[in-house]
Structures are given as structure tokens and as C-alpha cells.
């Protein structure tokens, strides 16, 4: 293990270099303050074995990668058949904070209103959706919802919102709240909108370490088994659908090239964060502030991409 820590930590010195390439995403303020230069890393084996290397003991917001878990409560609140009637399973060559396509077609028209929802899941038009598809009484009851499945498969209780990112990224979401107010307006939004929206924020505001992004992947890596619990948390058939999402469209609109290039199921945040898995081996948590237009952290997805060659890690 130590051989391999010690290989780890040469792979990440050299993709630190590519964090110059990137920036700390600006229309949030509070995430802002992150060090563009952080740049850290652990693996975890289904087995429960770690290689930590760089800056792991950052804490940093989940954003988009929240999207997953969201997902996951969403198909076991309503099954599989429900949740994708309102939001599809393509991918997008769009920016992930797009709006959706009905505002192009003419809704009046039945052909066209399975082409007017959310192209997927992953973008934020499709992730609003999926948020307003939980259960639960209150936005706080449906965060404490997902809040509970997030700590059972991180192993960690201590996980909760950081307050200070929420509402840094409340008041400064114009565009979500454009995208929800439209996908209200033309009927794949059944939910109050600032409850919606209130659940949205909050869940993209979960902090987390890179250990924690690490061991949730290893429950996916793990068909959905939290290492050390013998029974199931996420069903495998459920499993199946994020890791084909993930591959899909886990990386914004830059998913098709990191398929090519990488080849493994992940999904990223505009907080620098990424979150892997190796199916039946493997679950990655990374942090690399610095992302590119797209969204991606540049030099965390260089660090997975060298993880990957050199380990053989590609499902392709």
C-alpha cells in the first residue's frame, strides 16, 4: 500500500501543474474564497482499504454531485417509471445550467412535449425536477432525508449543510431560479418553486471530504453495499442506472470526451470536486478547485485520467 501511496502522490505533483489552466468558479461568493492550488485525492477499496495523497483534509460542497443521491431518493421514493416521465436519460451537449429545451418548442404539439423535458438528471433543469420528486413535508424534511442516506453510505454523521455556501448560492441563482420558474410555467414543475429551489440550494451545499465523496463511491463501486453492512442501501437496479448516467452525462457537457479519455463512471461539482468509481474495486474522491468552462476541476480530472492509465482502471 505504501508503494502505491507513494506512486499516488508522484501522479498528483504532476497534474497540480494543470490547476494554472483553471479558475475558482466566481458566481457563487463563498466559493470563491477556495485556494485554486488544493488539489487532493482518496481511493477506497470495496475491501475498505485507503491511499490518501494531497490535500485531503479540505472540506468542500458537494454541488452537482449531489445530483446522484437526489436521484437515488427520488427512484426509491418513486420508483424508476415516475421519475424518468418527467426527466430523460440523454445527454446534453448544452451547458449544464441551460435552459430547458420547452422554451424552443411549442408544447401545444403531444409529439413534441417528450422532447420539451429536461434532456437528464445531471444538468439543473433535470436536478430541479428530480429534487421536487422527494418526499417529504418540508424542504427540511426532505434534506434530512437525503442528508440520512448520504451519512450511512460516507460512514460518516457528522455530514451537513454548510449555511454560509447555502446562502451564498440562494441569493446569487438568478439562473435556477429563471429555470424553475419556467419549467413551472410550462408544467414539468408541480412543486412550490422557492421549496423546490430551497431543497436545490441546500443539497448542493452538503460539505464533504474527499474521504467522504471516496467511501459514498465505493458503495456505488460496491452495487450499492455500504462496506462493513451486509444488506444492500441502494438497490443494484438503481446502481446500475447512476452508473450508466454517470458515464453518460456525470461530467456536464465534457461527459462524452471523458468516456473516451477515462472511461469510468463519475460526476463533478463547480466546487472542484469529483466523485468516481471502478465498478466492483474502486471509489474516488477528489478535490481540485480550479475548474475549466465546463465546470470540471482541471487538475483533478487530469489526476483521475493518470489514475486511470496507470492502473488500468478504464471500462473501456
Not at 6 to 14: H, P
Not at 81 to 97: I, K, L, N, T
Not at 207 to 213: P, V
Request: aromatic share 6%; proline share 5%.
Amino acid at each position: 500500500m505504501e508503494q502505491l501511496r507513494q506512486e499516488m502522490v508522484k501522479l498528483l505533483d504532476e497534474a497540480k501543474t494543470h490547476s494554472k489552466k483553471g479558475k475558482v468558479v466566481d458566481y457563487i461568493p463563498e466559493l470563491k474564497r477556495m485556494d485554486p492550488h488544493l488539489l487532493g485525492i482518496t481511493v477506497v477499496s470495496t475491501g475498505g482499504k485507503e491511499i490518501t495523497a494531497g490535500d485531503v483534509q479540505v472540506r468542500f460542497t458537494l454541488q452537482s454531485i449531489s445530483k446522484v443521491f437526489a436521484l437515488t431518493l427520488a427512484i426509491m421514493d418513486r420508483g424508476m417509471d415516475e421519475v424518468f416521465r418527467h426527466v430523460g436519460m440523454e445527454p446534453s451537449a448544452e451547458p449544464f445550467d441551460s435552459l430547458p429545451p420547452s422554451l424552443f418548442l411549442p408544447l401545444d404539439r403531444p409529439e413534441f412535449r417528450e422532447l420539451a423535458k429536461p434532456a437528464n438528471p445531471m444538468i439543473n433543469s433535470g436536478a430541479i425536477v428530480v429534487s421536487s420528486l422527494i418526499k417529504g413535508r418540508t424542504a427540511q424534511e426532505k434534506l434530512e432525508r437525503l442528508l440520512r442516506l448520504v451519512r450511512v453510505i460516507s460512514g460518516n454523521p457528522t455530514i451537513r449543510v454548510n449555511e454560509h455556501v447555502y446562502a451564498s448560492e440562494k441569493k446569487a441563482s438568478e439562473r435556477n431560479w429563471a429555470i424553475a420558474y419556467l419549467l413551472r410555467e410550462q408544467g414539468f414543475l408541480k412543486e412550490n418553486v422557492e421549496e423546490v429551489l430551497d431543497l436545490y440550494f441546500m443539497q448542493c451545499a452538503i460539505e464533504a471530504s474527499c474521504r467522504d465523496l471516496a467511501y459514498m463511491a465505493t458503495c456505488l463501486a460496491n452495487g450499492g453495499t455500504v462496506w462493513g453492512l451486509s444488506k444492500p442501501v441502494i438497490p443494484r437496479e438503481i446502481v446500475r442506472v447512476l452508473t450508466a448516467l454517470m458515464v453518460t452525462c456525470g461530467m456536464y457537457n465534457a461527459s462524452g470526451e471523458f468516456a473516451a479519455r477515462v472511461g469510468i463512471p463519475a460526476k463533478s461539482g463547480v466546487s472542484g470536486a469529483i466523485m468516481a468509481f471502478v465498478p466492483g474495486k474502486y471509489g474516488v474522491g477528489i478535490i481540485g478547485p480550479a475548474i475549466d468552462k465546463k465546470g470540471n476541476s482541471v487538475a483533478g480530472t487530469h489526476l483521475l485520467a493518470s489514475c486511470v492509465n496507470r492502473w488500468g482502471w478504464s471500462l473501456f
